[in-house]
């Protein structure tokens, strides 16, 4: 299935996009981001405040070893985080619904740039110092009764969405 071993996934060039969890609560949604990042070959995630770290059995249970590819660092704080990504020349997006945020489809990543997004606690969502330090924010369009959707899944959308212009920019099948 030409999977790669861990070594290999660690030499391999990476999508220039790094996952921020702000206080990403459950150990579930931390190990299920690791997975996605992994399939994906993201840069790293970076873990903040209340965020646990491998190793822990219950990120491991969903992570299934993605834990052990993916590069990851810790910060106290979010806004730590996206200082430094600032610093390392990264564009930064908070996931929120916010006044002014842009619509996820509509967004476009650009070859040659490095991005970083934050994605929020499940309950509370984004820090407000880290969206106002943020260069913008995207926003999943949502049509039902709800008005959040779980991390995890989130991050899978937004992620898929970088891929599709990072990765997959060929011209569209007709089917």
Same mark, same amino acid.
């Given at each position: 299935? +030409? ?7 660690? &030499? ?16 579930? +949604? #931390? ?6 990042? *992994? !399939?994906?070959?993201? &840069? @790293? ?7 646990? =770290? ?7 249970? =969903?992570?299934?070893? !993605?834990? *052990?590819? #993916? ?5 106290? =704080?979010?806004?730590? !985080? ?8 990264? =564009?930064?997006?908070?996931? &929120? ?23 929020? +606690? &499940?309950? @509370?969502?984004?820090?407000?110092? #880290? ?18 959707? +779980? ?25």
């Amino acid at each position: 299935m +030409n999977r790669l071993t861990v070594e290999e996934y660690q &030499e391999a060039e990476k999508m220039p996009l790094v996952i921020v969890l702000d206080d990403v609560r459950s150990m579930y +949604n #931390v190990g299920s981001v690791f997975r996605t990042s *992994d !399939a994906f070959r993201l &840069e @790293k995630i970076c873990l903040c405040g209340i965020t646990s =770290t491998p190793p822990h059995a219950e990120i491991h249970k =969903t992570a299934l070893g !993605a834990e *052990d590819s #993916v590069s990851w660092e810790y910060y106290d =704080t979010a806004l730590e !985080a996206v200082e430094k990504l600032h610093k390392e020349g990264y =564009t930064v997006f908070s996931v &929120e619904q916010a006044e002014g945020s842009t619509s996820l489809p509509s967004f476009h990543a650009q070859r040659g740039c490095k991005y970083a997004v934050v994605m929020g +606690n &499940e309950v @509370k969502g984004v820090h407000q110092e #880290v969206i106002d330090a943020s260069d913008a924010c995207l926003e999943i369009p949502q049509f039902g009764t709800k008005h959040s959707m +779980n991390v995890s899944v989130t991050t899978g959308i937004v992620i898929y969405q970088f891929a599709k212009d990072l990765l997959f920019s060929q011209p569209p099948v007709q089917v």
